[in-house]
C-alpha cells in the first residue's frame, strides 16, 4: 500500500478520503457539526433535535460544564465527539477543569475567559493530562467517541499543544477537526502534514460561520463545496431565559442556529445540490481500520 501527502490528508493507492470512505471522487461530503453540547440543558435540547430531525450530524461534547453529564445520556448512539475545552468564555457562568494543573486556571479559579489568555499561561503537558481525562470521562460515560475538536481553537493554536492534540488523537484512535488550509498555513507549524504523518484523518475542507448568521451561510457556501470530506459547525440553543441568562452576547446566534439546523429549507439545499451528509464515525472507523 502506497501512502502520500495529499493537501493535508492522506492519499492512499490513488485514492482521496471520499473513496476511501466508500464515495466517488466527485462527491461532495459534509459534516455538519454542533458545537458546545453539554454547556446548557437548552443547548442539549436544541443539538438533540437539530440531529434526529434536522440536518445535523454530529455534536461536539465539553465536558467540564454542568450539562455534559445529561447530554451523555440524552445522546446514546448518535456521533459525540470531546470538544476539548481549556477556557471558560461567560461573565456569569463559569467553570472549571477536570484536573488540577496550576497553569490551566485563571486568578478567580476558572478555565481563562479567551483563547489568548489560555495561550499565555497554559502547560502543554497540564493541559494534555486535562484534555486526557476530559475524553476518559466521556468514555467512562459510554459516549461512543467519534472525534476531538478543541473549543476556541486553544489546543490547536500553539506547536506544543497542537502536538499535544496529535498525541491524544493517536492514542485513543480517533480523527480530529481541522482548520483551513489558510490557517494551518499562517499557523506555521505543519498542522495538516503532522497530523497526517500520524495517520490521523481529518475534514479536508471546513466552513466556520460564527460570528455570522449561519443560515445565510449555509446558503452562500453549499453550492461552492468542494469535492471531499468538509465541515460546517454551528452552536445550537432553545431560546429563553437560560440562553439569555449565560450568553448576554451572541444569544441571538445560538437561537438563530437552533431553528436554522432543523428548517425544512437547509435539507432541500443539501439534497438539491446533492450534498452527501456524514459524520466523524466514518472517518473514525476508516482510520481504526488502516
Avoid at 482521496?16 to 455538519?32: C, H, N, V, W
Avoid at 477543569?97 to 486568578?107: E, F, N, R, V
Avoid at 493541559?127 to 476556541?152: K, N, Y
Avoid at 481541522?178 to 497526517?196: I, V, Y
Amino acid at each position: 500500500m502506497s501512502t502520500r501527502i495529499f493537501e493535508g490528508t492522506t492519499k492512499v493507492d490513488g485514492q482521496g478520503l471520499a473513496e476511501r470512505l466508500g464515495y466517488g471522487p466527485q462527491d461532495r461530503l459534509l459534516i455538519i457539526n454542533c458545537d458546545d453540547l453539554g454547556s446548557s440543558h437548552s443547548a442539549n435540547l436544541a443539538t438533540l433535535r437539530a440531529m434526529t430531525e434536522g440536518v445535523a450530524t454530529s455534536a461536539t461534547l465539553m465536558l467540564p460544564c454542568a450539562w455534559a453529564r445529561e447530554a451523555a445520556r440524552m445522546f446514546q448512539g448518535l456521533a459525540v465527539g470531546v470538544h476539548l475545552t481549556l477556557t471558560s468564555e461567560y461573565r456569569g457562568y463559569r467553570w472549571r477543569g477536570l484536573t488540577g494543573g496550576a497553569s490551566l486556571y485563571d486568578d478567580e479559579g476558572f478555565l481563562p475567559a479567551t483563547t489568548e489568555a489560555a495561550l499565555q499561561r497554559v502547560d502543554a503537558g497540564e493541559a494534555q493530562a486535562e484534555c486526557r481525562a476530559q475524553i476518559e470521562t466521556a468514555l467512562g460515560w459510554g459516549v461512543d467517541v467519534t472525534h476531538l475538536d478543541a473549543h476556541m481553537y486553544v489546543m490547536q493554536s500553539r506547536s506544543d499543544l497542537f502536538e499535544a492534540y496529535v498525541d491524544l488523537a493517536r492514542e485513543f484512535r480517533l480523527p480530529v477537526r481541522m482548520a483551513s488550509r489558510e490557517t494551518t498555513a499562517s499557523q506555521g507549524f505543519g498542522a495538516r502534514e503532522r497530523a497526517g504523518g500520524r495517520g490521523l484523518l481529518f475534514n479536508e475542507h471546513i466552513v466556520a460561520p460564527w460570528p455570522r448568521v449561519t443560515r445565510e451561510v449555509f446558503f452562500a457556501e453549499i453550492p461552492l463545496l468542494p469535492t471531499g470530506v468538509s465541515e460546517i459547525f454551528a452552536h445550537p440553543v432553545l431560546d429563553g431565559q437560560e440562553l439569555r441568562a449565560y450568553d448576554t452576547e451572541n444569544a441571538d446566534i445560538r437561537a438563530q442556529d437552533a431553528i436554522c439546523l432543523t428548517d425544512p429549507a437547509l435539507r432541500d439545499l443539501l439534497d438539491r445540490h446533492s450534498i452527501k451528509r456524514i459524520s466523524f464515525r466514518q472517518l473514525r472507523d476508516l482510520q481504526r481500520a488502516g
